[in-house]
């Protein structure tokens, strides 16, 4: 499924216009991602937990050259699933 088949979901399951879906959507999403970016965790009960997890700065190789290389230490998003949807899926 794909954003757009969501939206469509979304306002059929709802009874509002794509467009309104659409926004609904879209703020779920930004609303999501602005409390990542704040270090927040985002905990949607029986559906599952949203955070942000730090990599430390790590040594690699440069696949063409062999060279070492660094790479820097960067934040990752992470999703953990819920009991309610693990179970939905099995």
Known sequence: MNKQELIGE???ASGLSKGDA?????A???SI????TKGEEVRLVGFGT???????????RNP???E?????????PKFKPGKLLKDSVN
């Open 10 to 12: 979304v306002a059929e």
């Open 22 to 26: 659409s926004k609904a959507v879209e």
């Open 28 to 30: 779920v999403f930004g």
């Open 33 to 36: 991602t602005g409390a990542l």
């Open 50 to 60: 949203f955070s942000v997890s730090k990599r430390k700065a790590s040594t690699g």
């Open 64 to 66: 063409r050259t062999g």
């Open 68 to 76: 070492p290389m660094t790479i820097k230490a960067s934040a990752q």
